[in-house]
């Protein structure tokens, strides 16, 4: 009979310790303990009771406890707990107490601690419709049971932690707005996020699996190769650390779709405690803007230098010649050198104001404005004035509808664009012809335009001529000066009074550039 209890209770103990290993689920462990742990006690009622985090006993496991019991059965149980100076007896009592009001016919009660490294997780309870004193033995089977079960609970816990944590950082890797890519230690996709699929037109189910070099070909490598780095035998475990050297490469990517993406990557290794590799990490990061800002700086150096020379250039030239003792000019020639002194002179104002404006239009979106009520027609009959002296193959008409209103507006900047509009209009409009300038008011806004008769714009240009510092590119434009800004500031200046600036042209049929102010 003895012998018969104790081959129980070892085929218990593998039961639980299986049970565990298996990785079942918690409440079935739960629930093998607790049947194992109420037979071997031979005892009919039992339940586990696990602390949440907020320190609150709950329910996780019964055995012949009706359920509906369970809720206030919980509630008794933590009331117990929560009693201070709580002595062995008492609690004893108390629990068998609980045990009798489940069923008349219990008689004594068990309370096993379930504790890993010093915290207390939660509690076995059994009890038995007969009294008896537990032996040693039956108290030390019991508890092993209960370590076991306290296993399984601390292992379920950390599982789960581990779980919300692989999940954050799914999460996190997926909707990251850097491409991530994590590599094994054959340099083969083991993970590819969505801004990665972005990037580089490959789809993360046909990226995984496929070795690197395969989904990410360069049509141009700036800095950094990878394949060569590999040959050179990066990646190298440092001594002290797990992780290694990285690797920086930039250059633009082919995409899957045959489209190029500049891209600027980071190769982290991870090596293993012996030095073996372990994974790559790969952050990807889209360089598209800041090469963009780059070349925007290259052209506006080149632009700005070349245009600021060439006034520079003439006034020097002019001056220079004015200034000879050895010759005496007739006056007309004075006259005529002293006026391209002055002309390029007012260029380089013009310039430098344009600038000046661009600059504090990047600094912040909001254009000042100093307003006051504009008379269009006047200003614009001021601009021709001043335009009219430097050119004879132009021919000016002014079409402003009679009792036009005065539109609220900053008068110097919009004179800066109609300046920049008839500039233009002369400038791209080489074999002469009318320029015209106009505006008629609809009660609520006024709406003025410039028209030439000169070289149009293609579609394609018109949605670019308004970006900072572009010209069309083309024989015309090569030829004739210009920094890009003129548009840019005139559109800013426009939109800064709440107005609009757009284009209507055709390549060869001039173009007519129109600008709405609110009234
Ligand atoms: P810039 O004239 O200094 O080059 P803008 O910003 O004033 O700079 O104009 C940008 C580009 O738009 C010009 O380089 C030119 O190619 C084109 N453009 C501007 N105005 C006209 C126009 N009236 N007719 C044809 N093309 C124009």
Known sequence: MLQDFRVRQRDFLLEI??????????????????????????????????????????????????????????????????????DYESFHDQLTRMGIGLDRRMRQSFALPLIIAEEPLGFLVAFRATRGTATQDDIQILQSFADQAAIAVHNAQLYERINVERQQLAAILQHSADGVMILDDEFRIASFNR?????????????????????????????????????????LAQDTSMSGEPLYVEGDLLRRDGMTQSLAIIYAPLFHADGRLRTI??????????????????????????ELKTPVALIKGHAATLRRDDVEFPPEFVREYSGVIEEESDRLTELIENLLTASRIQADRNLKLNKDDVMLEALAKRVIERFSTQTQKHRFV????????????????????????????????????????????DGTQVVAYVRDEGVGLSSADQSRIFERFYRVDGALSRKTQGTGLGLYLSRAIIEAHGGRMWVESAPGNGSTFYFSLPL
Do not use: C
Request: glycine share 8%; hydrophobic share 45%.
């Open 17 to 86: 310790s299986r049970a565990i290993t298996a990785q079942l689920e918690l409440s079935e462990v739960l629930r093998r303990v607790l049947n194992a742990s109420v037979v071997m006690l031979g005892g009919q009622l039992g339940l586990i009771a696990l602390r949440d985090s907020s320190g609150t006993y709950r329910i996780r496991a019964t055995l012949g406890i009706m359920s509906e019991r369970v809720p206030e059965l919980g509630e008794q149980l933590n009331a117990l707990l929560e009693q201070e100076k709580l």
């Open 195 to 235: 801004a990665l699929e972005r990037m580089t037109g490959w789809l993360a189910e046909d990226a995984i699996g496929k070795p690197v070099a395969e989904v990410l070909t360069w049509k141009r490598l700036e800095k950094g190769d990878l394949e060569q780095a590999i040959v050179g035998g990066w990646p």
């Open 281 to 306: 990490i790969a952050n990807v990061r889209d360089i598209t803007n800041f090469r963009q800002a780059q070349e925007m700086q290259n052209v506006f150096i080149s632009t700005i230098s070349h």
């Open 398 to 441: 002014l079409r402003f509808a009679p009792g036009l209103s005065p539109v609220p507006g900053d008068e110097v900047r919009l004179r800066q664009v109609l300046d920049n509009l008839v500039s233009n209009a002369i400038k791209y409009s080489p074999e002469g012809g009318t320029v015209e300038i106009g505006a008629h008011d």
